[in-house]
């Protein structure tokens, strides 16, 4: 009960204080846009908003929580069917040339609330490419009529995709229903598309998901939360992380981070995720990015932590070394 009210007290705090709270928000995202990322020559990294990235090397492309069909809020309360957007796929989405030895390797897909697998099936169907995640996915793709894309994962299995080696470790989603429960908790059961509303985009199993490709080592959280015996260490350099919900997480960053031991924390899910891609950026409700910074800071100052705008993208340095790899 005591959290539940710290919890309706710092909203309270946040929706007196909107106007300011966000101005903050937005100088701190100008400011730390200008960091440079560790990331290898010819490896460039795209974000597409919420929890979402593209990974593009040596014409292999991966894409992880796509979500660029946004639901508009009045959709979600209405409770209407949450589909992929054609148009807006065709238009945001890059075309792939197999003369010219380009691929979409794959679609990792970390948990299956909406702003995370909605364009999951839409993605792995027009580059025929095959969509890794956990049993609800299967059944969303499948639905999509696309069962022989998808691909159920095994805990911390190597999958080699092209030039990438991706691991899934097991997770969990942030409480944030006032530090209580999970939002559209349980597996993915919808049977008909009509039917398929936000709130039938159950969240299924969580997986983090580790990805090695040139020598970089990159770590992608889509919810603040972690098992935290599942969580490898040894050092990753680009620490993909969620922050939405941290706060609902007891003592989230010192817990990953120093397991995690990261190079470079970019956080991600920050954006207001209801409005289109190609509109003015909003920020989520009382996600405090301001903050975010110095957050990082209390655990270790050789932490380095940056942003990107959404469908931003950034190439890698000409010179890379991983400091735990020859």
Known sequence: MLDALRHLASFARFAAQRTRREQHDAAVLRELNAAALPLPAGL??????????????????????PYLSRVPLRELLRGTPALPDAAVLARLLPEVHAQNDQKVVGVLVGHCHFDHAIDAPAI??????????????ARLMALHGAPELAVQV???????????????????????????????????????????????????????????VAGCRLYHQGSANLIDAEVPGGGVDVFLA??????????????????????????????????????????????????????IGKVSRDIGVATLRPMQSVRGLTAFASPDLP
């Open 44 to 65: 460039e990294l795209q974000w597409l908003g919420t929890a979402g990235y593209r990974l593009s090397y040596e014409g292999q492309t991966l894409y992880i929580d």
């Open 124 to 137: 792995a169907r027009r580059y025929r490419a095959p969509a890794y995640g956990s049993a609800s996915l």
């Open 154 to 212: 095994q805990a911390h299995r190597p999958y080699v995709l092209g030039a990438y080696t991706v691991r899934f470790v097991p997770s969990c989603h942030s409480r944030l229903v006032l530090g209580y429960s999970v939002p559209f908790d349980g597996e993915f059961s919808c049977e008909h598309l009509d039917a398929l509303s936000p709130a039938a985009y159950k969240c299924g199993q969580v997986w983090a998901i580790h990805i090695e």
């Open 242 to 295: 969620g922050i939405a919900g941290r706060r609902f997480t007891r003592d989230y960053w010192p817990r990953i981070l120093r397991r995690l031991q990261p190079r470079m924390v970019v956080a991600s899910h920050f954006d207001d995720f209801f409005r289109p891609l190609d509109a003015a950026p909003g920020f989520s409700g009382n996600v405090n990015l301001a903050a975010f910074p110095e957050e």
